[in-house]
């Protein structure tokens, strides 16, 4: 896997290096309330997604990784990301989910991208729309909170090779 480099970012495979900031990110509050603990082998834990650690200016700043569907029939792509909260409001984030989907588009041949965020998740939501992501859909109780009480709602998007931004 090569570097990815956006306008603001760049985003290179994780490694072991990365993991002590990565997960340092991931207990701060805004990135725990979404994602939750992370389990002792992350984010080495799941081989069926591609991983990078965000880097502004040389400095971990968040992490993304992406799924592919490969049947032809229903060839697709999903992103998720988590970004450092002391750079949110920066572009950071539209600059990631950018290069990320121009890498899919161009480089991996994916027509189609989805993103899934929880639907009291405005800023990310904004941030998806920013870069070309449309709303499809509410899928009602979609995903476990965090910390186990119950469910919530996302917000599917998807952006198709002509809408991105």
Request: proline share 5%.
């Given at each position: 896997m090569e570097p990815l480099h956006?306008?603001?970012?760049?985003?290179?495979?994780?490694?072991?290096?990365?993991?002590?900031?990565?997960?340092?990110?991931?207990?701060?509050?805004?990135?725990?309330?979404?994602?939750?603990?992370?389990?002792?082998?992350?984010?080495?834990?799941?081989?069926?997604?591609?991983?990078?650690?965000?880097?502004?200016?040389?400095?971990?700043?968040?992490?993304?990784?992406?799924?592919?569907?490969?049947?032809?029939?229903?060839?697709?792509?999903?992103?998720?990301?988590?970004?450092?909260?002391?750079?949110?409001?920066?572009?950071?984030?539209?600059?990631?989910?950018?290069?990320?989907?121009?890498?899919?588009?161009?480089?991996?041949?994916?027509?189609?991208l989805v993103i899934d965020p929880?639907?009291?998740?405005?800023?990310?939501?904004?941030?998806?729309?920013?870069?070309?992501?449309?709303?499809?859909?509410?899928?009602?109780?979609?995903?476990?909170?965090?910390d186990g009480s119950g469910w919530?709602?996302?917000?599917?998007?998807?952006?198709?090779?002509?809408?991105?931004?």
């Open positions: 956006g306008e603001l970012v760049t985003l290179v495979p994780v490694t072991a290096e990365h993991v002590s900031d990565l997960r340092r990110i991931g207990e701060t509050p805004p990135v725990r309330a979404r994602w939750g603990e992370f389990g002792p082998q992350w984010p080495f834990d799941e081989t069926e997604v591609t991983c990078y650690t965000v880097l502004v200016a040389g400095t971990v700043r968040g992490f993304v990784q992406y799924g592919e569907e490969n049947d032809p029939d229903y060839r697709h792509a999903a992103i998720d990301i988590f970004l450092d909260p002391e750079v949110h409001g920066r572009g950071i984030g539209r600059d990631t989910v950018r290069t990320v989907a121009r890498h899919l588009l161009r480089d991996r041949g994916h027509h189609r929880a639907a009291d998740n405005e800023a990310a939501i904004r941030c998806y729309e920013a870069v070309g992501f449309r709303r499809v859909g509410i899928m009602r109780d979609y995903e476990r909170n965090p919530h709602d996302g917000v599917l998007m998807d952006l198709l090779v002509h809408d991105l931004r």
